[in-house]
């Protein structure tokens, strides 16, 4: 048993690269951006903790327990049956099973995943979920997120002064939008505590740090913690902050293509997950993206309202590039990459401030 265990430690300190502890990691406590999504005054808050956060957590989200319950009992049940039952739906290219190899370019983790695509308002045929029940939970789920982009896009836009109100939420979930949307499943088992025993102040990498590259993504987790985002005081110094779990609530996080939108007003935030010592972790992230061709460049309007009376109005921080364009170049990327970096016209202003 020992051996086995050592041998297991041994191989997984080959394959898993390490995340250092921060020198400060601290809980949000009460200061964790929260918003009602059914209060007055809801697409102001929206706007405030996408703009000081780059993320926020949904409460009043109006989804249904069961729709979350079937689909996470689906993954539970998915990521527990036999390695080669899972291996006949991988390995992830990018859609299907995977794990620990995230992406194409040597990146890993402590989780194994099942990525799909959606077309429209329900999973692709191109990656076919792997049992009925999966599919029929998941689709049942995709309907949910999407209502649930649709509120916080256009609570984006009104909170913004941007019209129409869909003017953001209809490139993701507009009728008939070829959108880019994904669904992705991930179980991170926990972390032997040997291995940790065997690197003091180390703890293996779940999820290296990265940003998601579409507008917005909407992730449910179960009660085992592991989800940090990096905050950034005003000298530019960033710092790890656990977000407790609750799984009767969800968080948006900004997307590249969202901060690109609103040229940079709101971050997409460097987000990580690190393996629970004890406890697996169950997350289910639904990520919306436009389609293919659409022009990712900050709204004309937000670029005329930002300039002052008589002044020519504001230009934009980036590049031009298409989402087709932007999701090349990011699946050639590691996952770590500042993927925007080459888009900038000139630096951003600092981000995230310490709560
Ligand atoms: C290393 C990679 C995995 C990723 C594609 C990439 O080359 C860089 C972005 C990664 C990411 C992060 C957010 C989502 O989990 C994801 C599905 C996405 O759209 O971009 C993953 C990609 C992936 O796991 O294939
Ligand atoms: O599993 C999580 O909690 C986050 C995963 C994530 O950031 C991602 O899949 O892009
Ligand atoms: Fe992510």
């Known amino acids: 048993m020992v051996v086995l265990a050592k041998q297991a430690a041994a191989a997984a300190l080959e394959q898993i690269s390490l995340v250092r502890s921060p020198s400060v990691e601290d809980n949000f406590g009460a200061g964790l951006p929260v918003v009602d999504l059914a209060a007055d005054g809801a697409a102001r808050e929206v706007v405030r903790a996408c703009e000081r956060f780059g993320f926020f957590k949904v409460v009043s989200h109006g989804v249904g327990e069961g729709v979350v319950g079937r689909l996470e009992a689906e993954a539970v049940r998915f990521f527990a049956s036999p390695q080669a039952a899972k291996d006949a739906h991988g390995p992830a290219s990018p859609f299907g099973y995977g794990s620990k190899r995230i992406g194409r370019n040597g990146d890993m983790g402590w989780l194994e995943y099942l990525l799909l695509a959606i077309d429209g308002a329900s999973l692709s045929r191109a990656s ?57 499943l991930n179980h991170y088992p926990p972390c032997p505590p040997l291995l940790q025993n065997l690197m003091p102040n180390c703890s293996p990498t779940g999820f290296g740090e990265h940003t998601d590259p579409q507008l917005i993504s909407i992730l449910h987790s179960n009660s085992t913690s592991g989800l940090q985002v990096a905050l950034h005081d005003a000298g530019g110094d960033h710092q790890w902050v656990t977000v407790p779990p609750d799984p009767a609530s969800f968080l948006v996080i900004v997307g590249d293509s969202l901060q690109v939108m609103t040229n940079g007003r709101m971050r997409s935030v460097r987000h990580r997950v690190v393996a629970n010592k004890l406890k697996s972790r169950v997350s289910m992230i639904y990520f919306g993206g436009p389609p293919l061709e659409q022009r990712i460049a900050p709204l004309r309007q937000l670029l005329v309202a930002g300039a002052g009376d008589g002044e020519e109005e504001e230009q934009s921080r980036y590049e031009e590039f298409t989402w087709g364009e932007y999701k090349k170049a990011a699946y050639l990327s590691r996952l770590g990459d500042n993927r925007l970096a080459p888009f900038h016209r000139q630096p951003p202003p600092v981000a995230n401030p310490l709560v």
């Open 128 to 184: 076919p979920a792997p049992s009925p029940s999966l599919r029929d939970a998941a689709n049942e789920y995709v309907g949910a997120m999407r209502r649930m982009a649709r509120t916080v896009l256009e609570m984006v836009a009104e909170g913004l002064g941007v019209a129409p109100r869909g003017a953001l939420a209809d490139m993701v979930v507009g009728d008939g939008a070829a959108s880019d949307q994904i669904l992705r």
